[in-house]
């Protein structure tokens, strides 16, 4: 196999990463172009994550259907001029509606990757989840750490504009080298029905509050260094970012570290981390020390999802891609859903108190991380 299947598949988790990454520095700017608060900005965060939750499904039928390199393909045209349409929408409705096809956009791409992701293992036997999902936070770190910078020197519609030449131009190299896994012509329809074995659906529980506090990171640390800590468009950027930042260099060594320790103790290393990390961003008093919990924190959320998908796609009598499915729908809803009411909560409590309690809520996969062993098939 060549090893352009490889290196496309990580462009588009990079690119993928870079747009939401690109998102996180907006959203103090759009309160501030729309005049609104913590309250209504959470309902522009919702728009985003129950546009991916509507729109995730069809992909998944198309990678079923059609295999994951058409899917990525559609999903990723359509996703190259997202932000623009967000940053030239005119009043708070139009720029909800825009933010709903954002996120449906992206998150049909991200169903479609990562199923891309996993035949690209299958063919060549060996584990790329982590890395790739290296890709994609070394993406969102460039796309949050310079878009606060752009965001301030050129403005909103400029700084979409050139994040959507990059994402285009990327798209052109890597969709024609993907791994075509389209199913034969004569091969059997799959039947698009939910898995009926528990353990899919426990692997999702565990995703899904591990991509809470990730979620929170993305769409609240901006907001948080500006409006608490009185820090700078510019510097507020970089509590996305320094998360991002510590996830990709984690999330490379994570396929060693998974195949020295186990996925189980890997696990459970990276919660305990992950917790520390949300707990001493929630008690700081200044920028400086709430961005190095959100990097501790990073380091620990690194491979938490990589291992999830691995041990969702490896569930030993169900069909293959069916338990990823399960698990990316309800991860996901996570990472997009749950940071909408943190904005209802942000206006009643602290942020910092929510990342408090978001350092509790990991408890769950700690809880839960003995599933994680179905994620050691490496079979190299």
């Known amino acids: 196999m060549s090893a352009s299947v490889r290196w496309a598949v990580s462009v588009l988790f990079f690119v993928n990463g870079m747009l939401v990454g690109s998102w996180a520095p907006k959203i103090p700017v759009l309160m501030a172009r729309l005049e609104i608060g913590e309250a209504l900005a959470g309902v522009i965060v919702l728009a985003l994550g129950a546009g991916s939750i509507c729109v995730m499904p069809v992909f998944g039928a198309m990678v079923a259907r059609a295999g994951s390199a058409r899917a990525v393909t559609w999903a990723a045209w359509l996703a190259a001029s997202s932000l623009i349409w967000i940053s030239v929408a005119p009043g708070f409705g139009a720029v909800a509606g825009a933010v ?121 640390a901006a907001v948080y260094l500006q409006r608490e800590m009185g820090a700078s468009l510019a510097l507020a950027g970089w509590g996305f970012a320094a998360c991002a930042g510590t996830m990709a260099v984690m999330r490379f060594l994570g396929d060693g570290l998974r195949r020295r320790f ?9 919660t305990g981390l992950a917790m520390a990390g949300l707990a001493m961003a929630g008690l700081s008093g200044t920028p400086g020390p709430a961005i190095a919990g959100f990097a501790l924190a990073g380091i620990g959320i690194a491979n938490m999802v990589p291992i999830a998908f691995s041990a969702a796609g490896n569930v030993p009598g169900l069909a293959a891609g069916m338990g990823l499915s399960v698990v990316t729908m309800m991860g996901y809803s996570g990472i997009l859903l749950a940071p909408g009411s943190i904005g209802w909560l942000a206006e009643r409590l602290s942020l910092g108190v929510i990342y408090l309690a978001l350092s509790v809520l990991l408890l769950v996969p700690l809880a839960l991380s003995h599933l994680a062993r179905t994620a050691d098939f490496d079979t190299t």
């Open 262 to 270: 186990g996925a189980v103790r890997t696990l459970r290393a990276s």
């Open 100 to 220: 709903f096809l954002f996120g449906g956009v992206i998150g049909g791409m991200d169903v479609a990757m990562n199923a891309n992701a996993v035949a690209v293992e299958r063919a060549r036997g060996r584990a790329i989840m982590s890395s790739c999902h290296g890709f994609w936070s070394l993406g969102a770190f460039a796309g949050a750490g310079l878009g606060g910078l752009l965001l301030q020197a050129l403005g909103e519609v400029t700084h979409a504009v050139l994040v959507s030449g990059v994402f285009a131009g990327a798209l052109t190299w890597a969709l024609p080298r993907l791994l075509a896994d389209a199913p034969a012509p004569d091969a059997e329809k799959a039947p698009l029905r939910l898995p009926r074995t528990p353990l899919p659906y426990l692997i999702g529980l565990m995703a899904l509050a591990a991509m809470i506090p990730e979620g929170a990171i993305l769409d609240w």
